[in-house]
Nanobody, 125 residues
Framework: QVQLAESGGGLVQAGGSLRLSCVTS????????MGWFRQIPDKERDFVAG????????EYADSVKGRFTISRDNAKNTVYLQMNSLKPEDTAVYYC??????????????????WGRGAQVTVSS
């Protein structure tokens, strides 16, 4: 059974930084494309960033380009999301997700098979 666990969320002032981590267990991490999504109440889960199984390719939502960086360490079964220059509108619950995918990076939450429980990120103005 594949399990994902996020950590690193919290409260930060606008302009600050946070790094989210997501450790995966129970599967072959190096075969997964990984994604980060975020969700606010009564809204759909939105794509934030994704990374290919090899780490060679990444995709970002327009709203976070230039501020967020996704990376992975296959030896540690971990994917990261470095978030800089945070804005109040980045406030959300952030989820990591995994899908066994060797071609491309899915951009919709419906394509992902495994999910963490989420980490709250709150950015104060």
């Amino acid at each position: 059974q594949v399990q994902l666990a996020e950590s690193g969320g919290g409260l930060v002032q606008a302009g600050g930084s946070l790094r989210l981590s997501c450790v995966t267990s129970g599967g072959t991490f190096s075969s997964f494309a990984m994604g980060w999504f975020r969700q606010i109440p009564d809204k759909e889960r939105d794509f934030v960033a994704g990374i290919s199984w090899s780490g060679g390719f990444a995709e970002y939502a327009d709203s976070v380009k230039g501020r967020f960086t996704i990376s992975r360490d296959n030896a540690k079964n971990t994917v990261y999301l470095q978030m800089n220059s945070l804005k109040p509108e980045d406030t959300a619950v952030y989820y990591c997700a995994a899908v066994s995918e060797r071609v491309g990076i899915p951009l919709t939450h419906r394509r992902y098979d495994y999910w963490g429980r989420g980490a709250q990120v709150t950015v104060s103005s």
